[in-house]
């Protein structure tokens, strides 16, 4: 997996929605499984390795799982609510580990001051930021499109994780929060040695350690307001 975020604009191509369309089979078929969560998690990070790690690919990669544990589930029979619970807890684990692996590549790029085209690396702290979010309302939207009994637990189920919270947000919040707390230690690291030939380099720093503090603010103050709702 391309451990940075990347915008995608086009659609997805045919060979693509083929991918989809085996992943949603793929996730139907572990339904019937008793190590749901298991096999969700890894079929999850499986895909999310296949292809790049940007919103646009998380949203039809977690709807597609979602979708196909779901057909599953009421092909199945039994019990919608459990299954589903423990699928979602998959596709939680596999995000905010990939959660993690992003963080750390934004991290040592950011400590490094390195330079990222087109304002790549705010943009991507600015994903980063959203990924719960995101996550959450893909579900939402999976629900939307869904009926009968896997609506109504989908629904539930996003509700709940809306205001209590996903292991992806904690991920995230903990990576953004080690990467202000680098770069600020490394802004002022480079500070202390302010020369004529390095004014530019530590005000690239400066600038990286904004954009970084900026995306932690806002992501502490949208976990304010979800447990404030």
Not at 14 to 19: H, L, P, Y
Not at 108 to 114: H, I, L, N, S, T
Request: aromatic share 2%; no cysteine.
């Amino acid at each position: 997996m391309n451990d940075t975020l990347h915008t995608a604009t086009a659609e997805p191509s045919m060979s693509e929605k083929a991918q989809l369309t085996q992943w949603r089979d793929e996730a139907a078929a572990a339904a019937s499984e008793p190590d749901l969560r298991e096999r969700v998690r890894d079929l999850t990070a499986r895909a999310l390795h296949e292809r790049r790690m940007d919103l646009k690919e998380l949203r039809e990669i977690v709807g597609a799982i979602t979708s196909g544990v779901g057909s599953g589930l009421v092909e199945r029979g039994g019990e919608m609510k459990e299954g589903l619970k423990q699928a979602v807890s998959g596709l939680d684990d596999a995000v905010s580990s990939a959660a993690q692996k992003v963080s750390y590549t934004l991290r040592e790029a950011a400590d490094q001051g390195r330079e990222f085209k087109n304002n790549e690396l705010k943009a991507s702290l600015e994903q980063l930021r959203d990924l719960e979010t995101q996550f959450v309302d893909t579900l939402k939207q999976t629900a939307s499109e869904s009926g009968g009994k896997l609506k109504e637990e989908l629904n539930t189920l996003s509700e709940h994780l809306k205001h209590s919270g996903t292991r992806t947000g904690e991920q995230v919040r903990e990576g953004l929060q080690q990467m202000a707390s680098g770069v600020k230690a490394t802004t002022e690291a480079g500070r202390e040695k302010l020369s004529e030939t390095a004014s530019t380099a530590t005000g690239r720093l400066a600038e990286v350690a904004s954009g970084v503090l900026e995306a932690v603010s806002e992501a502490l103050k949208r976990q304010s307001e979800r447990l404030r709702s």
